[in-house]
């Protein structure tokens, strides 16, 4: 799932934000390991019990394993010593490689990391392995590991491994011979820094350093107000992480973003989260644009993190309440796009549901006015006409339980939504 996110376009009156789903397949690998079957104590007059055959000593593959394990748990325990110790002190700049993979997870606030290994070439030392950086950030539980996007964050690399003075060490690493179609992550480069907020990481590379004081302070204060949509729908935040992306890295992290009108986006990392990503270039100098471009991405994160699919008919919806979240304490009529919501519901060719067809990638600068302007619409008329409560709840029901419309509208509202679609068209032509 990626979720592109909005900014003010060349035209003053446009604000614009985008959402492109990527739907990822549910692929949970489930190994179940049998128990070792048990021997029943002797009897009386039985014949005595074989002697055990001794264990055969460890193989290097088994003993590389077991030194990757130990780094591991030295990372999610902020030891870096356990951590550096992984590596083979004569290789500088591989050193320099888990330095900064070190420092970057204890910014990102890493909850559980581990390794996914299988054998990758030889195994008797040195030994070769396919190994997966697996983790999360940030999360109070992980889900199980799955070999696919739809599990924790993975990062497939090649290690080589060596024994030296007795102890198992890296001595090699090179990338995987897949990527995970989330790579690169922003920070897997390693020339990152960080800022550290109350409820807000935020990540840029050095050259866009001096711009994380600004971002960081308004981030924090619209924490406050997506906290509580995070709420409403069941999926409170730990913290949020935002990136700030320069030009170049804005066409490749996460395999880069292809919407033309967008400035920003949210990005689901599998069902452990969701990274927000910002075209700084953009966005530069505009504090107002700012503010709700980050409470609308931010609130993307607090509705729709976790989940591993997104239907493009809710689109209207998933936008819709981002940009309700975004634009607070403001409404519609002080978003940008008010114009194009007037102009279509009093045009030749008025809606005819609240349920706005997706955009395309290359959507006209009209387009995209109508589909966000008219979303934040219908959410603010179910808000105003039902409360807010009971708007998130039909929220939370249709985008995360996925239930269907009427489904999710008799439950959250007591009425068919046939009856709520025509009631929102006609207030909402009233109010415009």
């Known amino acids: 799932m990626l979720y592109s ?24 690998a489930i190994t179940v390991l049998p128990f070792g079957s048990r021997t029943p104590a002797s009897s009386i007059g039985a014949a005595p019990a074989a002697a055990a055959t001794p264990s055969a000593p460890p193989t290097p593959y088994e003993l590389a394993v077991k030194a990757l394990a130990a ?27 888990f330095e900064q993979l070190y420092s970057s997870f204890q910014a990102l606030h890493v909850t559980q990391f581990e390794y996914q ?17 697996v983790f999360c950030l940030s999360q109070k539980t992980c889900p199980p590991y799955a070999q696919s996007d739809n599990g924790p964050s993975h990062i497939p690399q090649k290690l080589t491994l060596r024994q030296l003075n007795g102890r198992w060490l890296i001595s ?15 920070w897997e480069a ?8 109350s409820r807000v990481t935020v990540g840029a590379p050095r050259s866009l350093s001096g711009q994380m004081k600004t971002v960081l302070a308004i981030a924090d204060k619209a924490a406050r107000t997506d906290d509580r949509f995070a709420t409403f729908v069941g999926n409170p935040q730990l913290r949020y992480r935002v990136f700030l992306a320069t030009d170049k890295a804005w066409k490749t992290w996460y395999g880069g973003n292809d919407a033309s009108y967008a400035v920003a986006y949210t990005i689901p990392t599998g069902s452990a ?21 980050l409470q609308h991405e931010m609130g993307h994160v607090a509705t729709l993190s976790n989940l591993t699919s997104a239907d493009s008919a809710d689109l209207w919806l998933m936008e819709g309440v981002a940009d309700y979240i975004g634009w607070l304490p403001q409404h519609t009529r002080q978003d940008w796009n008010f114009s194009a919501v007037r102009d279509a519901l009093h045009g030749s060719h008025p809606p005819k549901s609240i349920v706005g067809t997706a955009l395309k990638n290359d959507a006209s600068d009209r387009a995209v006015a109508r589909f966000y302007g008219l979303g934040h619409f219908a959410v603010e008329c179910l808000a105003t006409k039902y409360g807010e409560a009971k708007a998130m709840n039909f929220v939370r029901l249709k985008l995360r339980e996925d239930d269907d419309l009427d489904e999710a509208a008799q439950t959250a509202f007591g009425s068919s939504f046939k009856t709520v679609d025509k009631g929102c068209l006609t207030w909402m032509k009233q109010h415009s």
């Open 117 to 133: 290994n299988s054998t990758g070439g030889r195994s008797d030392g040195p030994v070769d392995l396919n190994s997966e950086m």
């Open 5 to 28: 996110a909005p900014p003010r376009r060349r035209r003053r009156g446009l604000l614009i934000a985008a959402i492109v789903a990527v739907v990822l397949a549910a692929a949970a």
């Open 71 to 97: 780094q591991a748990t030295a990372l999610t325990r902020h030891d870096h010593a356990g951590w550096m110790a992984a590596v083979d002190p004569k290789q500088p700049a591989l050193r320099k490689h």
């Open 273 to 293: 989260g969701s990274d927000v990503v910002l075209h700084m270039p953009k966005l530069e100098g505009d504090r107002e644009e700012l503010k709700v471009v």
């Open 172 to 186: 090699k690493a090179a990338k995987g011979a897949y990527q995970s179609t989330l790579q690169p992550y922003p």
């Open 190 to 197: 390693g020339d990152m820094v960080f800022a550290q907020g």
